[in-house]
């Protein structure tokens, strides 16, 4: 059983589309995120919830829009897609609860094109 | 505000060998610091981490870490690669611990050679 789980894993568009990246995790975590690894492999976090409450969020343009519809579950919507959103995105999840771990655990990440 | 820094893009090494890959970071406090490795086509999995006491930490697969704040230092070491090894390795520090807000390296790609 995966523990943090993303569809799909692979996504080809056009510019101006708008696409969804669903993510679920069956850890029992409180904290998901949301990171973008460019091409260079350079990771940056995009957005974390905890308890469905979004804490993090960071200069992102506001065509991305997370949604937490619960604890398991953080969904990223993109609209009219460009060029520099090509990246591979990466689902996370950890447990804020459980005091200092420090431990992500990620997905196996979505390899996004835009054309 | 806070940085890592891997000097290293890419690194190569013979199966058997020993490995280091350096990491220097740029925080006012006292960081945590953590080593994750991504292996092709896979997400990041985590190595190791350091938030206080002994500075020198145990991770899994053979790696270890030592902490030296004099150098603002946490270099990622493992005395013999195995093939396996082959991997991107992410540096990363947190302010609070919590993995709340990491702020990831550039990462190092390790070839092994056999």
């Known amino acids: 059983d995966t523990a943090v789980s993303q569809t799909p894993k692979y996504l080809v568009t056009q510019m101006g589309n708008d696409k969804s990246i669903k993510c679920e995790q069956n850890?029992?975590?409180?904290?998901m995120y949301w990171y973008k690894q460019d091409s260079k492999k350079f990771l940056k976090i995009m957005f974390s919830?905890?308890?469905?409450?979004?804490?993090i969020n960071e200069t992102v343009p506001n065509r991305f829009s997370p949604k937490s519809p619960d604890k398991a579950h953080l969904n990223l919507h993109i609209n009219s897609l460009e060029l520099g959103d090509s990246a591979v995105y990466f689902c996370?999840?950890?447990?804020?609860?459980?005091?200092?771990?420090?431990?992500?655990?990620f997905g196996e990440g979505s390899r996004l094109t835009v054309l | 505000a806070q940085s890592v820094t891997q000097p290293d893009i890419h690194i190569t090494v013979s199966e058997g060998a020993s490995l280091e890959l350096r990491c220097n970071y740029s925080?006012?406090?006292?960081?945590?610091l953590f080593w994750y490795v991504q292996s092709p086509g896979q997400g990041l999995q985590l190595l190791l981490k350091y938030f206080s006491g002994d500075t020198l930490v145990q991770g899994i697969k053979g790696f270890e870490a030592e902490f030296k704040r004099s150098q603002s230092s946490f270099n990622l070491r493992k005395p013999s690669v195995h093939w396996s090894d082959a991997a991107e390795y992410f540096c990363a520090v947190d302010r609070a611990g919590t993995a709340s807000k990491l702020t990831f390296g550039t990462g190092t790609r390790l070839q092994v050679t056999l």
């Open positions: 996370a999840s950890s447990s804020l609860a459980g005091g200092i771990t420090g431990e992500l655990f």
């Open positions: 850890l029992g975590h409180d904290t």
């Open positions: 925080y006012g406090a006292t960081p945590y």
């Open positions: 919830y905890n308890n469905k409450e979004l804490i």
